[in-house]
């Protein structure tokens, strides 16, 4: 097809190609890469790249056409990536905070670089099942899919435009004044947080803000077993016991798919083949993982000098997680890799592990390959959406670990040169001596279980059990209520059966994988997730009556999701601008 401008390369030639890689991994990669560098540092957990790389991605591709929506898809798989694995600095944090010896640049760009690529392969094996069978939401994904499409069709364009970008600079406002207005940041306020719940709905929102009642109102039972101190914080343990409720809905969910492939098994029925675009060589899939599976084991061994029993262990859990995970990201949008990180050591602490940067190095196999993992799924949902190339997509991807590998030792060194506070480990200073700007949640969370495998703590265990059987029990009582063809019946007789399904769906029986996101975050976040989720359930109840009438936008491109999509991309826009200004204030000579 020819470009619609002239001087743009046709689209699948060579230069085609160079444009949108050089767009991707180094311009909008890097770009992205400073914000979840700076956010991670800060705060301690950064907005995905998706969203933001998307949005910018398409100016690049505009001159396309409609079918320019590929292009742009490519460079956001491939900023997006260099974005996640720029993030992984904070795991170099780690070892500064806890006075361990450091190895040389080149090895942990290796190491990350195996493990990232070892990611990117168990992502794209799940993906069949997770995107292609289950058709989980994806909130960033569908947000993507809903802006290059707005972005690249005309048509589309002219009726969402001026909601993606009323999005866009509510998100930018909100994002920016927040470190600015004390009465924004008093009552933590967050345009992408409340934007990804826009995206998702009430059905996911409603659960998540019982989820965090739920954590909030048992702090003092927590604290009277022992199991937290007075003023810790609520999510200290419960994150634990959500990531276990992930895992047990998990389990009842792996038993359905397992189920429905023997009985498919059993029968002459023939599959519907895959369409073109979907169609991913299976067996080179499974080469691609086990050989950088192989690569995990021989630079974590022989270049890092890693037992290889733990390394084997943490790649037999990256199996695990990078399903469970995924399907929480499908679900709510939250990828809890912090989570997998602190629940493999508290694991291997329970097999006999005792020396902390053995944690460390096993644990950042978990943190970079479910990080790349759960993106992949991201990403291909936007593909699945839009029918664009997986292969394609899957290189675009491996480009941009390998720029982000580079760019994630390059950033923990030139933000903690920048800002010498992020060498102080903050577990052994007082409330009052812990610098403000600079919380790095995700790196407190990580020495503190490091430290504790001289420590062992078994409640911790107890705790992820005890979230495994909750979210079993959960998910069993939903799949049963909804196998029941009365059930069925019931929420297709009308309004009333449709509210009675809402009423279940949202309150009695929530999602494990919505309820569980209140044990991950504070109790703000929990609340302004579910507002945006209950927001825009009100709005699409009001604008169903219209929801037929000739030029009304696609069902999963409704004005809220636009407008969601464009806090998302406003937030990660104010939030880029903000790390860049601090670092070149810090940087600038005095």
């Not at 790649?315 to 990828?335: K, R």
Request: glycine share 12%; hydrophobic share 55%.
């Amino acid at each position: 097809m020819a470009a619609r401008w002239a001087w743009l390369p046709a689209q699948g030639s060579w230069k085609y190609h160079l444009l949108l890689a050089a767009a991707g991994i180094l311009v909008l990669g890097p770009l992205a890469g400073v914000t979840a560098a700076y956010m991670n540092f800060s705060l301690g957990f950064f907005v995905g790249g998706q969203v933001l790389a998307g949005l910018l991605g398409s100016a690049v591709t505009a001159g396309y056409g409609a079918e320019g929506k590929h292009g742009a898809n490519y460079i956001q798989t491939a900023a997006a990536s260099v974005a996640s694995m720029s993030g992984m600095g904070v795991l170099i944090q780690a070892m500064v905070w806890m006075g361990l010896p450091q190895p040389p640049a080149w090895q942990l760009v290796a190491y990350m670089l195996c493990i990232g690529m070892f990611g990117a392969g168990v992502g794209m094996l799940y993906t069949p099942v997770l995107v292609d069978r289950m058709q989980l939401t994806f909130p960033s994904g569908l947000a993507v899919a809903n802006i290059l499409r707005a972005l690249t069709d005309p048509a589309l364009l002219r009726r969402s435009i001026g909601k993606l970008g009323t999005g866009v600079a509510a998100g930018m406002a909100i994002g920016l004044g927040t470190g600015r207005l004390p009465m924004l940041g008093a009552i933590e306020v967050s345009a992408s947080t409340f934007g990804a719940g826009m995206v998702v709905g009430a059905r996911i929102g409603i659960p998540v803000i019982t989820g965090g009642l739920i954590s909030w109102a048992l702090q003092p039972f927590f604290v009277g077993i022992g199991w937290l101190e007075a003023g810790d914080p609520f999510r200290k343990i419960t994150f634990l016991i959500a990531l276990g409720t992930i895992m047990g809905a998990g389990l009842a969910d792996l038993a359905v798919i397992f189920w429905s492939m023997a009985q498919r098994s059993l029968t002459t029925r023939r599959l519907v083949p895959p369409e073109d675009w979907q169609r991913v060589h299976r067996l080179r899939l499974l080469l691609w993982i086990a050989a950088w599976g192989a690569g995990i084991v021989l630079v974590g061994h022989c270049v890092l000098g890693q037992p290889v029993a733990y390394l084997l262990i943490a790649i037999a859990l990256a199996f695990v997680f990078a399903m469970v995970n995924g399907i929480s990201v499908g679900v709510s949008d939250s990828n809890p890799i912090s989570s997998a990180f602190v629940v493999a050591v508290v694991l291997m602490a329970a097999m006999g592990l005792k020396d902390p940067i053995v944690g460390l190095m096993a644990g950042t196999v978990l943190l970079v390959s479910t990080s790349v993992a759960c993106d992949m799924q991201q990403d291909r949902s936007t593909g699945w959406r839009l029918g664009t190339n997986r292969v394609l997509q899957f290189r675009y991807q491996v480009l941009g670990i390998v720029v982000g590998a580079l760019l994630a030792v390059g950033f923990a060194e030139l933000f903690m040169a920048a800002y010498p506070v992020l060498q102080l480990d903050q577990t052994a200073m007082k409330a009052n001596e812990q610098p403000a700007e600079w919380s790095a949640a995700m790196t407190y969370k990580f020495v503190g279980v490091l430290r504790s495998l001289t420590d062992d703590k078994p409640y911790q265990r107890t705790a992820i059990l005890a979230g495994v059987a909750i979210g079993l029990a959960l998910e069993v009582l939903r799949k049963l209520i909804r196998s029941r063809a009365a059930y069925r019946r019931l929420v297709e007789s009308g309004p009333s059966g449709a509210r009675i399904d809402f009423i279940i769906n949202a309150v009695l029986l929530p999602s494990p994988y919505a309820l569980s996101f209140g044990g991950f975050v504070n109790l703000p976040t929990s609340l302004w997730f579910g507002a945006g989720g209950i927001v825009a359930g009100l709005l699409d109840a009001r604008s169903s009556k219209d929801a037929n009438k000739q030029g009304a936008l696609p069902q999963d491109m409704s004005g809220t999701s636009l407008f969601g999509g464009g806090l998302i991309a406003g937030d990660a826009l104010a939030a880029l601008g903000a790390g860049v200004a601090g670092l070149l204030a810090a940087l600038r000579p005095h």
